[in-house]
């Protein structure tokens, strides 16, 4: 299983971008998956989970991020709109074979068997 994200770059603040999780080797359908990211000096945080059924955001992007998945292309992304200073951060997406988690676990990194190389976000003016 590998995943390639990809997308980040440089962004001002209240502007847009759109990240990319490419899936191969195993057919997604079967994987529930999170966008992660870590910013400088900071712990890596789980901010978006997409499963089967179910969709969660952190406090920190819900109603300006969102994630979705198309299965058919093996790929996961994640529309990030109204983009502030502080998401700054390398973003990864990561992955485990499954039934949907639930709210208390899907955020614990342990929790994920596979994990993309990352992509840099940098929101600056």
């Known amino acids: 299983v590998q995943l390639q994200a990809s997308g980040g770059g440089l962004v001002q603040p209240g502007g847009s971008l759109r990240l990319s999780c490419i899936v191969s080797?195993?057919?997604?359908?079967?994987?529930?998956l999170t966008w992660f990211r870590q910013a400088p000096g900071k712990d890596r945080e789980g901010i978006s989970y997409?499963?089967?059924?179910?969709?969660f955001y952190a406090d920190s992007v819900k109603g300006r991020f969102t994630i979705s998945r198309d299965n058919a292309k093996n790929t996961v992304y994640l529309q990030m709109n109204s983009v502030k200073p502080d998401d700054t951060a390398v973003y990864y997406c990561?992955?485990?074979?499954?039934?949907?988690?639930?709210?208390?676990?899907?955020?614990?990194?342990?929790?994920?068997?596979?994990w993309g190389q990352g992509t840099q976000v940098t929101v600056s003016s």
């Open positions: 080797g195993v057919t997604l359908d079967y994987y529930v």
């Open positions: 990561a992955a485990r074979r499954g039934n949907d988690m639930i709210s208390s676990t899907w955020r614990q990194h342990i929790q994920y068997d596979y």
């Open positions: 997409i499963g089967h059924n179910r969709r």
